[in-house]
């Protein structure tokens, strides 16, 4: 296409007719303006998308961390956004509606073949939906693509992967990730410990739980890139978020404690005939301590969901491996937690897999 084809060119061209500008003022012209048009254009910054897991400290974590790592990697200026996946109807990421940017990133989340993926980081042992996505992801393995399910949190195995093979160390996140391998693997002192949630950083964590939506990400992500986890997690917008919902994670241990039953070594808490929108973590430890695992069922407003872990304070052995139990039904997770998802008007086919899971567990 001519340069009077384009849209600049019409202009200059209206221009050139009104004033008789001749040709070689007309080269003189056209020359500074396209220079211009190139410095505006290296000024443009790129748009990245940065899908992770929503309603986790962790993928906020990582996102945090992936942030700092890819803002050292790349010389060019960028503008970040970032979207909450989750394993719910209404919150699975299509990705052709999601990767849209100039980069593309999906965090602690399962792979997708889409060719407009360009970062993928993910720890779960279940993060291949099926056998011809994990085949795309070994074809195409490259320094841009890690799987590694030996840690514990996706935001270590970020903030590792940008140091070797990158040589990009990130000293002062390192805190931040910390809190993110002990809350994913679960390494409190004790269940209490755990629910008590006095630390602030356990009160960004509960914010994280209740309100870990696209909006929250991209309001507290980039907070977390910049300056310190406990800084943030002190600010006076997030602990009056943290007060509002420490009062319903109160409320709910009380109603665990209610729906609680124990078979054995396995404890089903069953609390769909009320309305909770996030299931608590190691309540049925901290109430049944020498229990081995857990099968929680909450109902809210767009899904029913059945939350499965072992005891990590338990003096039993673990004998199973819950995310693949998981995978079968249709969610996923890890060795010792893991998690199902179906719509919320099926409680009933819910209650049947949560019985199902208790009854493998406690054989």
């Not at 060119?9 to 221009?15: D, V």
């Not at 500008?21 to 020359?31: M, P, Y």
């Not at 849209?100 to 999906?106: E, L, Q, R």
């Not at 929108?277 to 695992?293: D, I, M, N, Q």
Request: hydrophobic content about 40%; proline content about 5%.
């Amino acid at each position: 296409m001519g340069w009077k084809q384009t849209s600049i060119g019409r202009h200059l061209a209206i221009i050139y007719a009104r004033f008789r500008i001749g040709s070689s003022q007309r080269a003189v012209i056209i020359l500074s303006t396209t220079i211009q048009m190139h410095k505006v254009n290296e000024r443009r910054a790129k748009r990245v998308v940065v899908a992770t897991h929503g309603h986790c400290f962790d993928g906020a974590a990582s996102a945090a961390v992936f942030t700092r790592f890819l803002q050292s990697f790349c010389a060019e200026p960028l503008e970040f956004s970032y979207v909450a996946c989750g394993y719910s109807p209404q919150s699975r990421c299509d990705p052709n509606v999601l990767l849209t940017g100039d980069i593309n990133a999906i965090l602690d989340y399962r792979y997708t073949p889409h060719p407009n993926l360009h970062w993928y980081f993910d720890h779960h042992p279940t993060a291949f939906s099926t056998d011809e996505d994990r085949a795309h992801f070994l074809q195409h393995q490259n320094h841009r693509r890690f799987h590694d399910t030996s840690y514990g949190s996706c935001a270590k195995l970020v903030f590792d992967i940008a140091a070797q093979p990158f040589g990009i160390d990130l000293p002062e996140l390192a805190p931040l990730v910390s809190w993110a391998d002990r809350i994913d693997t679960a390494t409190f002192e004790s269940a209490e410990q755990a629910i008590a949630r006095e630390h602030p950083v356990l009160q960004l964590m509960t914010v994280l739980e209740h309100a870990g939506h696209s909006t929250t990400l991209n309001q507290l992500i980039p907070r977390l890139a910049a300056n310190p986890i406990e800084q943030v997690a002190s600010e006076p917008a997030v602990r009056r978020s943290a007060k509002r919902f420490l009062r319903y994670h109160r409320e709910f241990v009380k109603a665990v404690r209610r729906n609680c039953l124990s078979f054995d070594t396995v404890v089903l808490a069953d609390l769909s005939s009320e309305l909770h929108e996030v299931a608590g973590k190691f309540v049925t430890y901290a109430l049944f301590p020498r229990s081995v695992y857990s099968v929680m069922l909450t109902r809210g407003r767009h899904h029913t969901k059945i939350s499965v872990g072992y005891n990590p304070w338990s003096p039993f052995p673990r004998r199973h491996h819950i995310g693949m139990i998981c995978t079968r039904y249709g969610g996923g997770g890890h060795a010792t937690v893991g998690a199902i998802a179906h719509p919320a008007s099926c409680v009933d086919q819910a209650k049947t897999v949560a019985r199902q899971i208790v009854a493998e567990l406690a054989s």
